[in-house]
């Protein structure tokens, strides 16, 4: 597996996640991600999920093999 690019995803999926949180709280969205701003209140879900995914994704990522 290779660390470095799983690492990069997972910050990407946490930084679109917060970022895309963030963005709708004030009104605005993200167009390429406004699949899921249409689903009304299950955007919520997916914006925090996404935020989630991300954070494990990094923490799998980062640690050893060995453990």
Known sequence: MNKP???LV???IFCL???SL???MVGL???F???IYDHGVLS???QVLAMF?????MYVSRVSDEE
Not at 53 to 57: F, H, K, N, S, Y
């Open 17 to 19: 996640g917060v970022l």
């Open 33 to 35: 991600l406004s699949f």
């Open 29 to 31: 969205r993200f167009s």
């Open 10 to 12: 997972g910050f990407i």
């Open 5 to 7: 690019i799983w690492t």
């Open 44 to 46: 919520l879900v997916i």
């Open 53 to 57: 995914a991300g954070i494990v994704i």
């Open 22 to 24: 963030i963005l709708s």
